[in-house]
């Protein structure tokens, strides 16, 4: 420990290993939350579409790009009601839409790197998503047949049917398959940071830095995972950007129930990480701050960066929750009316003369029409062959699952009136093992 002149007593005293800043006094005082004041909430345009900032003379982007995250949230909005009344019908067993964030998950996708292959030379940020990130999928190059194919668990689904719907997942995205139990992304993205910091460190000429984008919402960040991941990331040094949905519930648990802190923000600082909040619903926002966030996280010896995006959460949690039992519908019709990313976006677009009520109508319709005709063709597919329940597991198909298979086989042979396979690829043939 080094020493210092401590100024009170006069005397050298040394310091705490990460306390070096911290004076010694002879008050005894607790810091309390109600004296610090709650982190303000950046934001780019308010509710009118009108920049804020009078100084600012450009927000830094092409009509070009912005009709891009325009029609990606847009697309996002008619597929979700459509999708959702699917279920009601019970043509897909769940479903979960993204009504008043779409601006969170398409604004930081178009801070990010990466897409299509070839589209930046590598695959670009490496992205684990929750479960309400379309709008990220849609901007990165996901098609509407790979939604609805996923949707339906159909043979043409690359997770063959392993996950419920609304799991997607890309490799080719370089988007981790997203999975049920609550935050378990949030220690694998410190950790896949973590990997590709070390890789580019091994091989600096070859390996460029690419950033790790993790989302979550404010109902995970009581989880444990939630604080694992913050630490290793802050102590390792990981460039991930960890990007928080605050819509104000947790299912049916709202935030004022969660915690008693100044939202999650107040979290990052305390992991010492670089931590800003955004206004969610403001797209432009969004994409500035996840933009100076991957310059941060890739700069130096690189870092993680907090983003919590402030938001409403405007439709039930799922199809398996109904919202009027725990809150107020006309809350949520105000919400509707008061502020909607898309809308606020919109009326940025028409003061800006690049969109209008005409095209507004054109664009809905024929994205309406690319939805269902993706939803029929889909719908109509078979389902992956039953044999697809053995593979992947392992490298190769062992030979105690090759046994299974004849044993499967034989049951359904025997018992034909009792299980319809006719709907799945190749029918009990796919379980062949010859």
């Not at 299509?116 to 709008?135: H, L, M, W």
């Not at 100044?262 to 996840?290: K, L």
């Not at 405007?314 to 919400?335: G, N, P, Q």
Request: glycine share 8%.
């Amino acid at each position: 420990m080094e020493g210092f002149e401590d100024e009170d007593t006069n005397c050298v005293s040394v310091h705490f290993p990460r306390a070096v800043n911290s004076k010694f006094t002879t008050t005894l005082s607790f810091t309390s939350p109600s004296e610090k004041r709650a982190m303000p909430t950046y934001r780019a345009i308010d509710q009118n579409g009108a920049v804020v900032d009078s100084n600012c003379k450009s927000l830094g982007i092409s009509d070009e790009e912005v009709l891009k995250i325009y029609h990606s949230m847009l697309t996002i909005s008619i597929m979700d009601p459509i999708m959702y009344q699917a279920q009601r019908q019970g043509r897909l067993s769940f479903y979960m839409v993204s009504a008043g964030e779409e601006g969170i998950a398409v604004g930081s996708a178009s801070a990010l790197k990466g897409g299509r292959p070839g589209e930046e030379g590598d695959k670009g940020d490496v992205i684990f998503a929750q479960y309400r990130e379309a709008g990220v999928f849609a901007y990165r190059g996901f098609t509407l047949d790979e939604f609805m194919n996923q949707l339906f668990t159909n043979r043409l689904d690359k997770g063959q049917g392993r996950n419920m719907p609304v799991h997607y997942g890309s490799r080719e995205l370089n988007i981790h398959t997203i999975s049920s139990p609550l935050a378990t992304q949030i220690p694998q993205a410190a950790g896949a940071a973590y990997a590709l910091k070390l890789q580019h460190l091994q091989n600096p000429e070859d390996v460029p830095r690419r950033a790790v984008a993790c989302y979550f919402g404010e109902g995970a960040a009581s989880e444990g995972d939630f604080h694992a991941a913050l630490n290793i990331a802050a102590t390792r040094n990981c460039p991930v950007i960890f990007i928080c949905r605050n819509n104000g519930f947790a299912i049916s648990t709202p935030t004022l129930e969660q915690y008693r802190g100044d939202g999650i923000a107040s979290r990052g600082i305390g992991y010492g990480i670089d931590t800003i909040r955004v206004d969610g619903n403001d797209v432009f926002a969004v994409r500035e701050a996840t933009l100076r966030a991957r310059e941060m996280a890739l700069e130096g010896d690189m870092k993680p960066v907090l983003i919590e995006a402030m938001s409403y959460r405007v439709s039930h949690h799922s199809t398996s929750d109904d919202s009027s039992k725990y809150r107020e519908v006309r809350e949520v019709e105000t919400w509707k009316r008061k502020d909607n990313p898309i809308t606020r976006l919109r009326k940025w677009m028409e003061n800006k003369g690049i969109w209008s009520e005409e095209k507004e109508q054109e664009a809905q319709k024929w994205i309406k029409a690319d939805v269902l005709k993706a939803f029929n063709k889909a719908e109509k597919e078979k389902r992956p062959p039953i044999r697809a329940l053995f593979e992947d597991i392992y490298e190769e198909v062992t030979e105690e699952q090759v046994e299974q298979m004849k044993k499967l086989k034989d049951v359904l042979e025997r018992y034909p009136g009792e299980y319809d396979v006719e709907n799945y690829e190749g029918g009990r043939g796919s379980l062949n093992t010859e």
